[in-house]
C-alpha cells in the first residue's frame, strides 16, 4: 500500500516534517526543545511514542523528554542509563543508514539492561514487516563536531559527537518505516541535533551574560567600596603609578593624607613621595620594597615642617598586564615618635636638670674607646705618622677653642646644642673632629697606609697629652670631674627645694660655658662631667678656671642668694682604657684638687 502511495505518502511526510522541523527553531530554552524533539516525532512522523534519551556531562544518558503516553512519561522520565549499555544496543542493532533497529526476536537479550524502557506484551507478528510491541528503532542524533577523547565518546577523527537518542515505538501504520519513513526518521534526529546544539549554545550563552552581569555587578559594587574606603579612610591613602618615566608620581590622594601635609589634592598629583620625603629617609624611602614594603619616615607639610609616618606598600596587579599601580597606606605616628623621643630622653637624660645622665656619659664615652693602647698610637706618631696627625688636631681645634671660649661663646650667634666642631669647634662624641693623616698621604699618591689604621680602621684614635705643666701640643678628649663645694650645707639648711634650684642653675651655667658639641652630664648628687674634645693640656686647665668662675657668682632662690663652689680634676680618654677607668682617673684628680685647695685656705687662714 505504502508503494502504491508513495508520491502522496512523501508530500505529506515532508509537509509534516517541515512543520516539526519549524517547531524546533522556535523553541528557546533546552528543555523546551527536548520537549518539541519528542512531540514532533508523534506529531509528524506517526509514531505513537517518543522519547528522548540526552547525553549528560558524565556519559550516561537520561530520560529528557516523552511524548504519546502520560503513564510512560511518569514512569521513565528523569531516569538514567548507561553509556555502557547504550553502546551496546546501538553496536548489536541492524543499521538502517544512521537509524539502529533491534527485532524483538533478538532484543528480549537486553530485558536486564539498565536503559530505561515502556513496552507492553503482543502477539507474534502476522506478517514480515509487522511491528512488534518489543521491536525498538533507535535515531542517534549527533552534533558535527570533531570526536572527543573522553571516556565513552567517539574516537577522536570520527567527526561526530553523540548528542542523545530518539527512540520511537508504535508506528501508527503497524508497520516497519520504508525507506521514505527512515529517511525521514534520519533528517528530523539530525535537524533536531542542530536545535539540541542551538538550544545548548544559547543556554550556555545566557548563563555567561547572566555571569557575566553579576561579575559586573560585583566588580562596581566592589569599585564603589574601594572609592568609599579609600576616599572616607581615617587616615592617608594614596595611587602612584608604577613602571615608565613616571614611575612613582602620586595619581590619586584622600582627603585624609591632603588634611595631614596640609595640600590640596590637585597640588600632590604633581608630586611623588620622593619629593615629599625629609632628606634624610631617602633612603630608608627607596629601601623599601614595592610590594609589602613598609617605612616609618618623615614627609614634608605645606607649611616646611615635617610629619612622622608609617607608610606600607602594596601593588595592585593586573592578571594579563602585571603591576598597574602601588596602593599606600600613610598613617600618622607623629605622636607615638613623640613619645618614643621622650622615652628615650627620659631613659638617657637627668629628670631635674634635662643633662645626659650616667648612663648616656657612659654610652658617649663607650663609643670614642677602643681596646687598642694609645702605646700603638704613639708608636705611629714616632714613626713618621704624627705629624699629619698634630697637624689635623691643630688646626681643627686650635681656633676653635680661642673663638669658643675666648670670646665667650655662649652668646654667640649661631650656636646651638648639637653644632659640630668643622671649621672652628669639636665634634660630639663620637665625630673625629679632625682628618686622618693617612687620607692626606692619599691624596698625594703615597698609598701606605700602616698595618690597623686606614680604610679598614675607621675609629680615630683617643690619645692623652703627655702631662705635667708643659703642653706638648697633644690634643684629645678632656674628661673634667665636678664636685660642687658647699652644696649639702645649702641642701641642709635650706630643703632640697633650694638644692634642686641651685643643681638647675649650676647645669645651666656649665652648658652654657661649654662649646656647641661638648657634653655636660650629671653623674649623680652634685657630681657633673664635662666632655670635650680637641683639647690640650693647657686649654683643659683654662676650661675648668672658666667653668669654676662660671659657677662661683650667688644663686638666687625664692629671694636668697646662695653659693656654691667647684673643684675640677681633670683626666683624659684614652684608647686602652675603659670608661670606668677614665672617669675614676678624673675623679682621683677631682680630690686631689679638692685637697690642695682646702690646704691653701687653711694656710690663708
Known amino acids: 500500500m505504502e508503494t502504491e502511495s508513495e508520491p502522496y505518502v512523501r508530500l505529506s511526510t515532508l509537509r509534516q516534517l517541515h512543520q516539526v522541523v519549524a517547531d524546533l527553531n522556535t523553541a528557546r530554552s533546552l528543555a523546551d526543545t527536548l520537549q518539541t524533539v519528542a512531540d514532533g516525532v508523534v506529531a509528524g512522523l506517526n509514531y505513537e511514542l517518543a522519547c528522548v534519551n540526552l547525553v549528560r556531562p558524565d556519559g550516561d544518558l537520561v530520560v529528557a523528554a516523552f511524548a504519546g503516553s502520560s503513564a510512560a512519561e511518569a514512569l521513565i522520565t528523569g531516569r538514567v542509563g548507561s553509556r555502557a549499555s547504550w553502546d551496546r544496543r546501538l553496536s548489536m542493532a541492524t543499521a538502517w543508514g544512521d537509524l539502529r533497529f533491534i527485532p524483538h526476536t533478538e532484543g528480549w537479550v537486553l530485558m536486564e539492561d539498565d536503559v530505561p524502557q515502556w513496552h507492553t ?110 576616599e572616607y579612610a581615617p587616615s592617608g591613602m594614596a595611587i602612584a603609578e608604577m613602571g615608565g618615566d613616571q614611575h612613582g608620581r602620586l595619581l590619586r590622594t584622600n582627603d585624609a593624607l591632603c588634611r595631614l601635609l596640609g595640600r590640596p589634592a590637585a597640588a600632590m598629583r604633581r608630586y611623588s613621595f620622593a619629593d615629599l620625603v625629609h632628606p634624610e629617609d631617602i633612603g630608608t624611602l627607596l629601601r623599601t620594597s614595592a610590594e609589602g614594603g613598609r617605612a616609618e619616615l618623615r614627609l614634608g607639610r605645606r607649611d616646611g615642617t615635617y610629619v612622622w609616618v608609617s607608610l606600607r606598600n602594596s601593588v595592585v596587579a593586573d592578571a594579563a598586564d602585571g603591576p598597574r599601580f602601588l596602593l599606600t597606606h600613610v598613617e600618622d605616628i607623629e605622636e607615638r615618635k613623640r613619645h618614643e623621643l621622650q622615652l628615650a630622653h627620659r631613659a638617657s637624660h637627668d629628670a631635674l636638670t634635662g643633662l645626659p645622665n650616667s648612663a648616656e656619659l657612659r ?103 703627655s702631662g705635667g705643666d708643659i703642653d706638648d701640643g697633644t690634643k684629645g678628649l678632656a674628661v673634667l670631674f665636678c664636685d660642687l663645694d658647699g652644696f649639702k650645707s645649702i641642701n641642709d639648711r635650706f630643703g632640697h627645694h633650694t638644692g634642686d634650684a641651685v643643681l638647675i642653675e649650676v647645669a645651666r651655667r656649665l652648658t652654657t660655658g661649654v662649646r656647641d658639641g661638648d657634653t655636660v652630664a650629671r653623674l649623680g648628687g652634685d657630681e657633673f662631667v664635662v666632655l670635650a674634645d680637641g683639647l690640650g693640656a693647657a686649654d683643659a686647665a683654662d676650661l675648668a678656671v672658666r667653668l669654676r668662675n662660671a659657677i662661683i657668682p650667688p644663686i638666687r632662690v625664692d629671694g636668697r642668694a646662695v653659693r656654691v663652689g667647684a673643684s675640677f680634676g681633670i683626666g683624659w680618654a684614652e684608647c686602652g682604657m675603659t670608661v670606668e677607668e677614665v672617669l675614676n682617673s678624673a675623679d682621683q684628680r677631682m680630690y686631689v684638687e679638692k685637697r690642695s685647695r682646702a690646704k691653701v685656705h687653711r694656710r690663708a687662714g
Do not use: K
Not at 408 to 420: F, L
Open 121 to 230: 506484551d503482543g502477539p507474534a507478528p502476522r506478517f514480515e514487516d509487522e511491528w512488534h510491541p518489543h521491536d525498538r528503532l533507535y535515531a542517534p542524533m549527533y552534533s558535527p563536531r570533531l570526536g572527543s577523547a573522553r571516556p565513552g565518546g567517539p574516537p577522536p577523527g570520527s567527526g561526530r559527537e553523540l548528542l542523545g537518542v530518539i527512540s520511537v515505538d508504535r508506528p501508527r501504520n503497524g508497520r516497519h518505516p520504508g525507506p521514505w519513513g527512515q529517511e525521514a526518521l534520519q533528517m528530523y534526529a539530525s535537524q533536531s541535533a542542530i536545535a539540541i546544539s542551538n538550544a545548548r549554545l544559547r543556554s550556555n550563552m545566557q548563563r555567561a551574560l547572566v555571569r557575566l552581569e553579576r561579575e559586573q555587578q560585583a566588580l562596581r559594587a566592589s569599585e564603589e567600596s574601594f572609592r568609599q574606603a579609600f
Open 363 to 465: 654610652s658617649r664615652l663607650s663609643a670614642r674607646l677602643c681596646e687598642r693602647p694609645a702605646a700603638y698610637v704613639s708608636a705611629d706618631q714616632a714613626a713618621g705618622y704624627g705629624g699629619g696627625y698634630e697637624s689635623g688636631r691643630d688646626g681643627g681645634y686650635e681656633t676653635g677653642y680661642e673663638t669658643g671660649y675666648d670670646q665667650g661663646n655662649a652668646d654667640q650667634p649661631g650656636h646651638s646644642a648639637h653644632a659640630g666642631y668643622d671649621s672652628g669647634g669639636s665634634g660630639g662624641p663620637g665625630h673625629s673632629g679632625y682628618e686622618s693623616p693617612y687620607e692626606h698621604e692619599h691624596e698625594h699618591g703615597f698609598g701606605f697606609e700602616p698595618a690597623g689604621v686606614g680604610p679598614y680602621d675607621h675609629h680615630v684614635h683617643m690619645v692623652a697629652p
